[in-house]
């Protein structure tokens, strides 16, 4: 069977943002869910094709995608900021043609199964991991039969899974760079690589969604497995640098090290992966030998600098193992990606203010700073905690999306918000207006729909970079 597989991630940077808008991190890296679809369906004896939303100028453009190709099956893979982007696309599929069935997987469809089952655009829903399940799908319907429309898909063995299809997205874009190569000094080509699945942290801005894609535990592919994959990369690629996607690939300081030093012995490019405050903070050991393995870089979750809004986030670390976590990376010369949030149901404003100190007394340490504001993510227990009090203000894509465009919980002093996002990305009073401009109600209502135009979004990307020299 030929299977079509969409991309709708446009929901931050519009459409035609394909290897552009270099401060938007979506805008360059492939999909490895889609494209370990992909490389599922193909090994399965299945035809394979993507459309990436990211490619086309707009709507119309992918119309013509839809009518240009012909598919019994079409999937979808879906994120709640892109939930209506995804109906959008299903309807249109629909209507271009008749008798195809569309199924849809992904984190929002794990978590809000309801918000697809009723559309008649959507045949199927598939729950959790979906390379088994997909596959099983579509030879159920080469059968004839007639498949349930939502599903649980089963956990694969990922060593026992092909490397993901990276063909089927532009690569090129990824390879050339973007937000991480150019923000923390790594050098292009760039390739990324997950190398497990699964969380053990409890966060509440995250869990326990997450486990409702990947289950309970975490599952982390053999070093061989890795290597085997890497060696293909560098063979097909010549990458200089590497960007490892795992939620937290410290959590098993076992494997951390083994793998650092198997990949030391055989490639010299730096790389890059996520950790936690805690982790960094009580084992510099660790970071000093993974230093000496070529890890170039951390992406941290600080998230606050208060020890009591740390605890309503159940994120398990301290202010203080925040501020010493930055300095044992800036002593061992590991490049900090910083992330941190403002705008929290029930955080005040001198609490916001104290995240915005932090940021500002870590700088000589933490090479790029991201300050969101936020969004309430559907599955998770602060998502949970918002629905049952009252305090969701947008419970749609446009309140789950990390932005400042209106506001997202009920109670917070979004004011105060702007204050300490100017505070701690030290902007100049006209770059702080203009912000509060950009991000003002009235504005958003006229520029969103146009955002979904490429020439247009092209456009506001030309006049954000120019007004932001001044």
Known sequence: MNVILVYPAIAGAGFGCLGRRPWSPETHLIHHGLASLGACLAAAGHAVDLIDLRALRGWGGFCRAVRSRDSALWGISVTSPERDIALRCAHIIRQE????????????????????????????????????????????????????????????????????????????????????????????????????????????????????????????????????????????????????????????????????????????????????????????????????????????????????????????TTVAQNRWAAEVCRRLGVRVFGNYMLGLPSETPAEMMATAQLVRDMEGAVALRSVSVYAPSPGSALYEQCRRDGLLLQDGPAGYRRDRLGGKVAGVDYIAVDRAMACALGLSPARAALRRWTAHPAVRCVVEPLRALGSVQAGLDTVRRVVYRL
């Not at 598939?126 to 799908?137: C, F, N, P, S």
């Not at 080509?189 to 969380?199: E, F, H, K, W």
């Not at 795992?246 to 730096?270: K, V």
Request: with cysteine; proline share 6%.
């Open 97 to 316: 043609h008749l008798g195809a069935r569309v199924v849809v997987g992904g984190a929002h469809p794990s978590v809000c199964p309801s918000d697809f089952t009723a559309d008649p655009a959507i045949d199927h829903v598939i729950q959790g991991e979906g390379e088994l399940a997909l596959v099983v799908l579509v030879d159920a319907l080469l059968r004839g039969e007639s498949p349930p429309q939502v599903w649980r898909g089963a956990a694969p063995d990922l060593d026992a899974l092909p490397f993901v299809a990276r063909e089927l997205f532009d690569v090129g874009a990824e390879l050339r760079g973007g937000f991480y190569p150019t923000r923390l000094g790594l050098p292009t080509p760039m390739v990324t690589l997950i190398a497990g699945r699964g969380c053990r942290y409890n966060c509440a801005f995250c869990q326990p969604a997450e486990r409702a894609v990947f289950g309970p535990r975490v599952r982390r592919r053999s070093i061989d497995h890795v290597l085997a994959e890497l060696r293909v990369l560098r063979e097909r690629y010549a990458f200089r640098s590497l960007m490892i996607h795992d939620d937290c690939l410290l959590e098993d300081r076992a494997w951390a090290l083994r793998f650092a030093e198997a990949y030391a012995s055989e490639f010299g490019q730096p790389w890059f992966c996520q950790a936690r405050a805690d982790i960094v903070a009580g084992d510099e050991d660790l970071i000093r030998a993974l230093r000496e393995a070529g890890l170039a870089a951390l992406s941290i979750g600080f998230e606050s600098g208060s020890d009591r809004v740390l605890r309503l986030l159940h994120k398990g």
